[in-house]
């Protein structure tokens, strides 16, 4: 027996389906991503937050769920739109089927949709909200409601929803995770010798594992921390989060970088963290038609002319026309011309749009975590690089 669901755009298109999750409604931004792998990485990851997300491969569940995949501590997109869920699920480290773990976080997920014709109806109007039900009395007369009346992601703060709110220390590597071993969590290990407080927009753990991995202890600060908290802990670096929502009404991050700024403190932000960096130096950011999410990106590096083949989930993006003198574009999309880095020329200063942490992605962009490392140390007196 199978449960009904609908999934209804704001433009009035109906797309009806079986629901393979939590009951209930949820409404959101409708978007679609293009990894063919990593669909656990893509619910928890917090800049999903208010979005309804669908997937283009065709088969979603296949390796069940496992709770080290994880990028936060529950499942953040609003919903999940599928073409077919596998009857069967099977992989050595799955804990759970996909369905069994959608209904015990709560989440309202539809499969059988023709996940082909929602995206190209994406691509070619732009994004758009939507209202998905499942398990419940469909409605969809109330359901198109819903989608005309949610606001949109443009002007929202939603990195203030997905922080945490009391700072942590993180020290868990991408070893630790593969060993299990807890011992290997401590930051004893003389080379993790660089502090870096990390601002907390919606934080992916892969992120934080990443940078352990270059040797660093981390403390993790709620979006909220100011500049003079941060230089409190007296960080060889200040990193900048991923995170959902507009970064345009953070005017409270955006103020603090701009101090931050100024102590010459090596700064790398990722996605949310590079458009507020971009914010911060007196650019503009924009919603996109439809953004990128997917895992096959192509970006090129204009200092050196390599193309590598990135990560990306973002809906904003800053206007590479509205750069002030003092910042340098640094990478562009060979997809759409959008611009993808930027690096500002009076302080070490930089940041990169794609997700050089991937997970789900290709590691092409992993070394701007080393070129992050590089400007702490060149700054770090010597007595403390043995
Ligand atoms: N992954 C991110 O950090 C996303 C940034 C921002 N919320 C956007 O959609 O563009």
Known sequence: MTTPAVLVLEDGAIFRGVAIGATGERVGEVVFNTAMTGYQEILTDPSYLRQLVTLTYPHI??????????????????????????????????????????????VVAISEVDT?????????????????????????????????????????????????????????????????DPAALEFTDPQLNLH?????????????????DHGCRVT???????????????????????GPGDPAPCDYAIHAIQSLLTSGIPVFGICLGHQLLGLACGAQTIKMKFGHHGANHPVVSLENGAVMISSQNHG????????????????????????????????PA??????????????????????????MRQRQPLANQD
């Open 316 to 347: 904003f993006a800053v206007d590479e026309s509205s750069l002030p003198a003092t910042v340098l574009a640094t990478h562009r999309s060979l997809f759409d011309g959008s611009l993808q880095g930027i690096r500002h020329r009076d302080y």
């Open 196 to 212: 870096v407080v990390a601002y907390d927009f919606g934080i992916k753990r892969a992120i934080l594992r990443q940078l352990v």
């Open 61 to 106: 569940g296949n390796t069940g769920v496992t709770p080290e995949d994880a990028e936060s501590s529950q499942v953040q997109a609003a919903g999940l739109i599928v073409r077919d869920l596998p009857a069967v699920h099977s992989n050595w480290r799955s804990r759970q089927s996909l369905p069994e773990y959608l209904i015990a976080q709560n």
């Open 116 to 180: 082909r014709r929602l995206t190209r109806l994406l691509r070619e109007k732009g994004a758009q909200n939507g209202c998905l039900q499942a398990g419940m009395q469909l409605d969809e007369t109330a359901a198109l409601e819903a989608a005309r009346a949610f606001p949109g992601l443009k002007g929202m703060d939603l990195a203030q929803i997905a922080t945490t709110s009391m700072p942590y220390t993180w020290t868990q590597g991408s070893w630790s995770l593969a060993t299990g």
């Open 220 to 242: 993790v600060v709620p979006a909220r921390t100011s500049a003079a908290e941060v230089l409190n802990y007296q960080p060889d670096g200040i990193f900048l989060s991923n």
């Open 350 to 375: 930089f940041s990169f749009q794609g997700h050089p942490e991937a997970s789900p992605g290709p590691h092409d962009v992993a070394p701007l975590f080393t070129a992050f490392v590089a400007m």
